[in-house]
Every structure is written in structure tokens, then in C-alpha cells.
């Protein structure tokens, strides 16, 4: 079955405490992002790669950090997590088309940084 | 001013009617225009994308673009329950508006 999947799903952590949240996909796509959605606000992109090795910083990259080492997988690391960064993640693979793009989404990771 | 804006509802309509979702966008040379349906506690789909001005329908839905007004928007004709869930419209597929929650009242 083709997936993005996403880990952990839930996560409460303190701040300072480093973590990471992983993110694989089975679809061979080169194209993959990281997002964070917070009520009123939406989904805003904090990273992207473009292909392995090929990294760049989205709307809202302050405090994250990612490493795209092989294709299916795409990382998101909080060095030093804050308050702040307590939101809803969402890691998401695109099939560029034609006949259109289509970008997958992983289930979500719910972050809270206490 | 947001880059994609979208009313945020809610939107609640009867079964059996047209529901009409809209969306405005900042960036006069965006290409790609795609509309997602999010449930309560799950992640986003994708429902719709239009390259080109007009309208593209696919089943009950229908997107229609008009790049001259920096508008699309999403038609769901013959609402049902199921379609209940916030809709969230994106523009080159990553800048993404807050979303509007859609009710569809049996």
C-alpha cells in the first residue's frame, strides 16, 4: 500500500529536550515537506527536498532541522524545542504529474512542548 | 494581507444542496491551484487541482478558476454528510489558505 508514514503520532516533551520525528514513504518520490498546521493559520510548509541530499527552508523553518540522507525518508528535528513549536506536523510526499500533481500526507504527529 | 485566503465558515448547508467554497490568492503568477478535504483528526486529501481558467469538474465536484481575479473556487453539488470536513485550498501546491469547515445538515 502507498503511504507516508509518520512517528510518533503523539508527542509530549519538555522544553530544550531535543527530538525527532521520522517520516518514510514506499512511493519513490523524489519531492518531499514537512508542515505545521495551528488553528487560524493553516498549513505552513517549514521544509522541503527536492531530491536526496537537497534541502531548503520553507515558510516557517525557524527551530527545525531536517536531513534527506535517502529517498524515502525525511526527518524533522527540533534541537531545542519551545513552547511555541507545540502544534500539529504533517509530512507529506508529492508525485509530480502529469496529469497533476499530487501531494500525500502522512497521519500527523501532535507535538506539545511544555 | 494572507498570500491564500478562504472564508472560514463554518459553512453549513441542507443534504441535497450546492455547497460553494472560495478562495482568493495574493501572487498574480501562480500556476497550480489545488483543493484539499481534511476531516476532524485526520490529514489532508486531495479532492481537485485546475492549471487553467474555467471550470473542471470531476463527479460532484466542480473547481473554478479565474486567474484575471486571483479566485478559485469548489462546487459540491448534491451535498451529503460525508462531505463534511474543512476544505483547504493551496496555490502552487504549498502556501496553503487557513480553510473553510463545511457542514452538511441530513
Known amino acids: 500500500e502507498a503511504q507516508v508514514t509518520q512517528n510518533p503520532r503523539y508527542l509530549i516533551t519538555v522544553t530544550g529536550k531535543k527530538l525527532t520525528v521520522t517520516c518514510s514513504q514506499n512511493?519513490?518520490?523524489?519531492?518531499m515537506s514537512w508542515y505545521r498546521q495551528d488553528p487560524g493559520l493553516g498549513l505552513r510548509q517549514i521544509y522541503y527536498?527536492?531530491?536526496?541530499?537537497?534541502?531548503d527552508k520553507g515558510d516557517v523553518p525557524e527551530g527545525y532541522k531536517v536531513s534527506r540522507k535517502e529517498k524515502r525518508n525525511f526527518p524533522l528535528i527540533l534541537e531545542s524545542p519551545s513552547p511555541n513549536q507545540t502544534s500539529l506536523y504533517f509530512c507529506a510526499s508529492t508525485f509530480t504529474g502529469p496529469p497533476t500533481d499530487t501531494q500525500y500526507f502522512g497521519p500527523g504527529t501532535r507535538l506539545t512542548v511544555l | 494581507q494572507k498570500e491564500v485566503e478562504q472564508n472560514s465558515g463554518p459553512l453549513s448547508v441542507p443534504e441535497g444542496a450546492i455547497a460553494s467554497l472560495n478562495c482568493t490568492y495574493s501572487d498574480r503568477g501562480s500556476q497550480s491551484f489545488f483543493w484539499y478535504r481534511q476531516y476532524s483528526g485526520k490529514s489532508p486529501e486531495l479532492i481537485m487541482s485546475?492549471?487553467?481558467?474555467g471550470d473542471k469538474e470531476d463527479g460532484r465536484f466542480t473547481a473554478q478558476l479565474n486567474k484575471a481575479s486571483q479566485y478559485v473556487s469548489l462546487l459540491i453539488r448534491d451535498s451529503q454528510p460525508s462531505d463534511s470536513a474543512t476544505y483547504l485550498c493551496a496555490v502552487n501546491d504549498m502556501r496553503f489558505g487557513a480553510g473553510t469547515r463545511l457542514t452538511v445538515k441530513p
Open positions: 527536498s527536492m531530491n536526496v541530499e537537497v534541502t
Open positions: 512511493m519513490n518520490h523524489e519531492y
Open positions: 485546475i492549471y487553467s481558467n
